[in-house]
Structure formats: structure tokens, C-alpha cells
């Protein structure tokens, strides 16, 4: 009690002690799980209120939970997208397609091609079908699991992991950790290493579209444990107070590395539910429906091209995996959560809803799997061709000193001539610069 | 009035002479920027309806439209943030921070994203911005009014820093400003937004009409950024200092009858580096002024850059004058502001050696 004034202590003696709470997950290594807590309702149970409605109306949908497919992998209810065959292959082949290629990457790192890597295993829907509900030119700010989206517009893996490996075709010149990428053609961002620094740049975006009398929309993507930073709230109340054209996704994949999701707040209320504290349509939707995900982005597409305003959704999901490649989850939660977990696997429920509609089989999944897999190892060969990470071949030295600014000041040609020098003097006789 | 040595404003007065004081050159600047760039938009607290807390964009969201120029959420981080997506779809962004100590909440967006935006993704994407601020002291702001952070953003790379001295410059650099294509922070010294001021805070408060770099042309003109300004010619030393300092230590040197040459530095980064080393090496001692406090200050920097590459030149000391090591009183505000007996006791220093 060091900081009490003395006189008042006496008159504390008499109250109950206080006590700190502090978040604690549910299952730590070793723990067997059951996640009967967790609330599933039925498929196509949740209202669907037209996309031009008030944000209060969407109060329910906040703390429910928007699905479509249901365990007979049928669509159900009112958010049933009702896409036809051709698109639903066309996401399973996305799906298909990012799977193998984290899976390489992953491997990739392992084996010392590159620094780092990240997958986005059981929130691929997240992305990819979230992305294909949006215009082609619509901006995304995504975070780093977003890889999907780059996927499903069409960006080639070859630059991907020219990226990834920091070589000399890597289109960011060796500066990003990998990742980290960035694509104006694509109308995606670039991805920053500082969490929900996008989230007020998207909204910045949409206000831009808007004062430009645009029809283009802007989407980004946070995960639960950064919308703890200030950003996440200047970005809320901007999009609001400006009504602008955006769509804030948050993934609520459980974990931010080693803490659970209690810790961004979420032992009493959802992420969703943030929303209506702001004024904005809320959306709390099962991020491991694939057909979910795809309406609900939709239908804040349409409400925020309507002028009607920007839409959080909350995508429930799960991190499948560790959080990246320097990271051990075992230490911290029970493997069994990922076998537990009650939403299952959108890639899986994808393909099953194909199969029940008689629009696919088994056969043509393996046969599509190991297409991927080995279109990727096709790319992996040929961006390895540029050079993997630290085998000499990345962009000429000079690079590093080019577009801090426009143009180079003096200072940075004096520090560029001294880099010079030093490789004169390390391998006299060779191009310096190269 | 010292030697005349800039000669634009003084060619305008001959055309019809037109004086404003820093505020009015700043509005003009904007709206004639606004009226030429349908890309610009101007944004902040209390800067649209109202016009701003020092009438810096008085009459402007009148003029070119809401959609143009609109008051914020009390939001540092959100007005950066939201600046650099709008800089990401193609605008030209000029937020304004009310003031300069107040510019901390948006320090990771300016830092992290704007400063970095071209490098990291390899000229995809750019953040031409450029963040007007009111800063620096002298006015009784106590500690979170009267802040001079400069050496923050000096010390971030791919960010430009930018502090006029007079009218005539804050109309010329704001404008270069908003054209340059990287993020800029325009640092706007409030104690002469008015008048110049000398530190003599004991003495009448000359205005701006009877200086002679109010002369203020109508229409488009811009001053390179990274270029200083000789403000007066001299042989016994150089006397380096930028914003409200520049007046303070002309003031202090003609009071005394001391010969200096005066360089009002404009650009923090980058920074005019010819012009330092070409008045060191000619007046072969060096004093450095600034607001700002000392330890890793700018003058710091300043102190090292004519150190290295004047070192043979020099036959005094390289001396700082600077604010102390201590958040800016409110009370104390004249023992701690580096006015004139500070300058003069360090011009005596160095003149003595």
C-alpha cells in the first residue's frame, strides 16, 4: 500500500480485498479439450437485414453467428450466397493452391531458403472467399495471413517467393522480410510489419474513393489481438464518423502468437459486437464457412458501394498452425484444439458441399491437390533460379540506399559511396555494385 | 535591418508591395496550392468550419468544399493513418497537428508507415503528405505547448523536415512541400506567427509589416527544400539556428555589433551542407542555436557534421545553444528559453578563443 496516504489506510482495513484478473485460456499443453462452451447454431438460422439498414439492426448478428453450410454440407438459409458450380470449384482450387503453397514454404524454411514464413492453414476462407465477394480493383490492407487474396486475384507464386526468398527477381529488391508483400496492380497494399497500421489507411482510402466520387471500395483485415491497438479504434471511428466506404475484417483465429484471444478482450463480449459502440454494421460469421465468409463480405461490399456506410465482420475461426516459423504452439496450447475444433476445416467443408451437390469427388480432389503441388514445386524451381536467401543472388548493392526518397540527398550518396568502397576493398577486382 | 540579402521579396515590393504576416502566407499557400491540385485535401481538429485554432485555414473549406477541407476526430494516429491511405489511392494529403507535442499519438504511423511506404514496397506506393504543425516556445504553453521535437523526425529516414523563419519562406517552403512526392514535416514556429520574435520578451514586439521578409508575392513561387538562407553575411562567425531562433540570434548579434553570418537553415533534413561548410570555413568558428533541448538534439548533429568536415577550419569550439535538458516550464519560461544573455555569453566564448 506504498502509495496510500497514510491517514486513509485505517479506513481501507475494513474493506474486501481486490484482485487482479488476469486472462487464462481454457487448455494449456497436455490439457484434453472440449469446446462444448463454444456456441455453433445451426446453419441458416441468422437473419439477413437488407445491406442498407441501420447498423443497430445488425445488434443480434453480433453475438450470433452467420452460417451457411451445414453438418449435411448443404446450403442453408437466408446468407446462402447461391453461387453456382464454376466459382465454388474455382475457391476450392484457391484453397487448394495456398495449402501447397505454404506447405512448401513452410518446408522452404526449414530447409534454409529463406528467413521466415508464415502459413494461413484453416483460415484460408478468410481470405480467398472474402476476396472473391470483392471487386478485382477494390483495395485491400490486409496483415500478413492474407496470402489467399493475392492468390485468389491472380498474383503469380514465381513473384511470391522471388519475395519470399529475398532474391534478385523479388519486386520489393531484398528490403521486406518475407511476406511481406505488395502489389499496386493487384490493388493490394503493402504489408507492414507494425500490427493495425492498415486499419486507418484503409479507411483513409475509402474516404479518398469517396472524395473523389469513386465507386471503389476498400477491405481490410486485422487479427483479434491487434485490434488492442489504437489504431483499430481511430480506424472504427473514422469509418464511421466519415461514413466511409470500407469493410474491416477481424480474424478471430483464438491466438496472437502465444496469448489467447481473452487477452484483446474477449472473455466478455465479441469482436463483432465492437462495432455497434461506433456506430457501425456489425457481422459475426463462422470464418470456416466458406460460403459465409463470401456473403457477409458481399454484403458489406454492396452496403458500403450503397453509400450505406463501412461493416465490421468478425470471422471465427482458428489458427491451425503455430504463428509462424519461429514459433513452437505446443509450448502454449493443447495440440488436440486443432482436431477439437468445432467449425472444422473450410477447405474440407468446401469440398464436401461440392461432392453433396454431385459437383465433385474425392478423385478430382487429389487429382487438383497434386496439380498445386506441383505447380508450386514448378515456381519454387524457377524462383530458386533468382537465387534463394543469402546465396549471393539479390539486387545490386546500390539498391539499398534507392527510394528512401524520390531522389537521393547528399547524404545518402556520401553513405552509398562509403558501401562502395567497403566492397572494393572486401572483393578488389569485382564489380562493386553488383 | 541588416544587409539585405534576399532579394525576391524585395523586387516584389517594387511591384506594388504586399506584406502578411506567417499565418496569412501560410492560408495563401494552401488555398492557392488547393485551387491549382484538386488532389489536395486539407485536414484536422478544428481546421474546416472554424479554421483552424491559429486561422491557419481560415476561409478554406468555404472555398473549396467540404469533401476538401474538413475538421477530424481527436485523432493524431487516425489523421496520419488516414493520410497515408488517401497518399496510397493518389491524393496529396496536407494534415494539419494542432500542435507539434501533440504529434506523438501519430509517431508510429509517421515513423513506421509514411516514412517507410517507398522503400518497403519499392516505389509502389508513396505517401506524399505533408504534416503542418504549429510548434516551438516562447508563448507560455507550459510544457505540452511549446515543444520543438525536430530531431525525432531528423533522425527518421525518408522523412523530410522542414521550419520556415519567415512569411516569405513559410508561403515558399509550404509550397515546395506539398509538391515534394515525400512525407514532410512542416514545422511551423507559432511565437512568430504574428511577429517576429528576438527574445528580447521584455521589449515591444515589432510586427511583421516592418520586416523585410513579409514582402510576400502574390501567386505561386516555392523555395527548394534543403536549401538554407543566408540571412546575413558576415566574417567573425557562423551562427547556424532555423524558426524562431534565427530572429532571436540576428537580434543578440546586432546588439552586440557582432560581425556573424547568419544561416537560417529552412530544411532540417535534408540539409543544406554546402552552406555550412562554406560560412565554417570562412568565419572558422561555429555557433549552433535551436529551442529544442540539448542532449541529441539537432545541434548535435549539426555540432558533428561541422566538426568532421571542418576540423582543420576551425579555431574555437563548435558551441550549442539550445533549450535545457528539462520538459519545457511554464513559470520559468525565460530562464529556460535560449534568448539573448545564453547567445551572448557563447558569442563571447567563441569570439574570445
Keep these: 500500500m506504498a502509495d496510500r496516504p497514510e491517514q486513509a489506510a485505517g479506513k481501507g482495513a475494513n474493506k474486501p480485498s481486490l484482485s487482479l484478473h488476469v486472462p487464462e485460456p481454457t487448455y494449456r499443453p497436455g490439457d484434453p479439450v472440449d469446446f462444448a462452451h463454444i456456441t455453433v447454431p445451426a446453419a441458416g438460422k441468422q437473419a439477413r437485414p437488407d445491406e442498407t439498414c441501420d447498423a443497430i439492426e445488425t445488434s443480434d448478428l453480433c453475438y450470433d453467428l452467420v452460417r451457411v453450410l451445414g453438418d449435411d454440407n448443404k446450403a442453408h438459409g437466408p446468407w446462402d450466397p447461391k453461387l453456382d458450380p464454376d466459382t465454388l470449384r474455382t475457391m476450392l482450387g484457391h484453397f487448394a493452391m495456398v495449402r501447397a503453397f505454404d506447405e512448401r514454404m513452410f518446408r522452404g524454411q526449414r530447409q534454409g531458403k529463406t528467413s521466415f514464413y508464415m502459413k494461413c492453414t484453416g483460415e484460408e476462407a478468410t481470405s480467398i472467399s472474402a476476396a472473391m465477394a470483392l471487386a478485382s480493383d477494390d483495395m485491400i490492407f490486409p496483415s500478413y495471413r492474407q496470402q489467399g487474396i493475392l492468390i485468389a486475384r491472380g498474383y503469380p507464386i514465381v513473384e511470391m517467393i522471388n519475395q519470399i526468398y529475398s532474391n534478385k527477381g523479388d519486386k520489393l529488391k531484398g528490403r521486406q522480410l518475407p511476406i511481406m508483400y505488395s502489389s499496386r496492380e493487384h490493388s493490394f497494399f503493402s504489408i507492414s510489419g507494425n500490427l493495425a497500421t492498415q486499419t486507418p489507411q484503409a479507411v483513409g482510402w475509402a474516404m479518398a474513393s469517396a472524395i473523389k466520387g469513386d465507386s471503389r471500395i476498400a477491405a481490410t483485415w486485422v487479427g483479434e489481438g491487434s485490434t488492442a491497438e489504437g489504431d483499430f479504434h481511430s480506424a472504427c471511428t473514422f469509418a464511421t464518423v466519415y461514413n466511409a466506404p470500407v469493410i474491416l475484417n477481424v480474424i478471430n483465429n483464438q491466438w496472437a502468437i502465444s496469448s489467447f484471444s481473452g487477452f484483446a478482450g474477449a472473455e466478455r463480449t465479441t469482436f463483432a459486437a465492437r462495432a455497434l459502440g461506433y456506430g457501425l454494421a456489425g457481422l459475426r460469421i463462422d470464418g470456416n464457412d466458406p460460403l459465409a465468409v463470401y456473403a457477409a463480405e458481399k454484403w458489406a461490399a454492396d452496403r458500403a458501394r450503397a453509400n450505406a456506410g463501412p461493416t465490421l465482420i468478425e470471422h471465427f475461426t482458428y489458427r491451425a498452425e503455430g504463428h509462424s516459423t519461429s514459433d513452437d504452439p505446443s509450448g502454449y496450447r493443447s495440440a488436440q484444439e486443432r482436431e477439437e475444433w468445432p467449425l472444422g476445416d473450410p477447405v474440407t467443408r468446401l469440398k464436401n458441399h461440392l461432392i453433396e451437390l454431385g459437383e465433385w469427388d474425392e478423385e478430382r480432389q487429389a487429382a487438383m491437390d497434386l496439380k498445386c503441388a506441383e505447380e508450386v514445386k514448378a515456381a519454387t524451381k524457377e524462383a530458386e533460379k533468382n537465387g534463394i536467401l543469402g546465396h549471393g543472388l539479390h539486387h545490386p548493392f546500390r539498391t539499398m540506399f534507392q527510394d528512401v526518397y524520390e531522389d537521393l540527398p547528399w547524404h545518402l550518396e556520401e553513405q552509398a559511396a562509403q558501401a562502395k568502397r567497403e566492397r572494393e576493398i572486401k572483393w578488389p577486382g569485382e564489380e562493386p555494385w553488383s | ?353
Design chain 2, 1 to 353: 535591418m541588416s544587409t539585405e540579402t534576399q532579394n525576391a521579396p524585395e523586387a516584389a515590393a517594387e511591384n506594388g508591395e504586399r506584406r502578411l504576416n506567417m499565418i496569412e502566407a501560410i492560408n495563401e499557400a494552401l488555398d492557392l496550392k488547393m485551387s491549382e491540385d484538386p488532389d489536395i485535401i486539407v485536414m484536422g481538429e478544428d481546421v474546416g468550419y472554424f479554421g483552424g485554432v491559429f486561422r491557419a485555414t481560415a476561409g478554406l473549406q468555404e472555398k473549396h468544399g467540404k469533401s476538401r477541407v474538413f475538421d477530424t476526430p481527436i485523432s493524431e494516429c487516425g489523421i496520419i493513418g488516414a493520410a497515408v491511405g488517401m497518399g496510397a489511392y493518389g491524393l496529396r494529403p496536407v494534415p494539419e497537428i494542432q500542435f507539434a507535442d501533440y504529434i506523438y499519438p501519430g509517431l508510429d504511423q509517421l515513423i513506421s508507415e509514411a516514412a517507410r511506404l517507398r522503400y518497403r514496397s519499392a516505389n509502389d506506393y508513396i505517401a506524399p503528405m505533408t504534416v503542418r504543425s504549429p510548434f516551438g516556445g516562447g508563448i507560455f504553453g507550459g510544457q505540452t505547448h511549446s515543444q520543438s521535437p525536430e530531431a525525432l523526425f531528423a533522425h527518421v529516414a525518408g522523412l523530410k523536415t522542414v521550419i520556415p523563419a519567415t512569411p516569405y519562406d513559410a508561403k515558399g517552403l509550404l509550397i515546395a512541400a506539398i509538391e515534394d512526392n515525400d512525407p514532410v514535416i512542416f514545422f511551423e514556429p507559432k511565437r512568430i506567427y504574428n511577429a517576429p520574435f528576438t527574445g528580447y520578451y521584455d521589449k515591444p514586439v515589432e510586427p511583421w509589416k516592418k520586416h523585410r521578409d513579409s514582402v510576400v508575392p502574390e501567386g505561386k513561387y516555392s523555395i527548394p527544400l534543403g536549401k538554407a538562407r543566408i540571412v546575413q553575411e558576415g566574417e567573425a562567425l557562423t551562427v547556424i539556428a532555423y524558426g524562431t531562433m534565427v530572429h532571436v540570434a540576428e537580434a543578440v548579434c546586432r546588439e552586440k555589433g557582432v560581425d556573424a553570418e547568419i544561416i537560417d537553415l529552412r530544411t532540417i533534413v535534408p540539409l543544406d551542407i554546402e552552406a555550412i561548410e562554406a560560412s565554417v570555413k570562412k568565419t572558422g568558428k561555429c555557433l549552433i542555436v535551436h529551442e529544442a533541448t540539448r542532449t541529441a538534439g539537432f545541434g548535435a548533429e549539426l555540432s558533428a557534421l561541422v566538426t568532421e568536415r571542418c576540423f582543420y577550419h576551425l579555431e574555437a569550439p563548435v558551441e550549442r545553444v539550445t533549450g535545457f535538458d528539462t520538459p519545457y516550464p511554464h513559470s520559468l519560461e525565460w530562464a529556460y528559453f535560449p534568448g539573448p544573455v545564453r547567445i551572448g555569453e557563447a558569442l563571447d566564448r567563441i569570439l574570445e578563443a
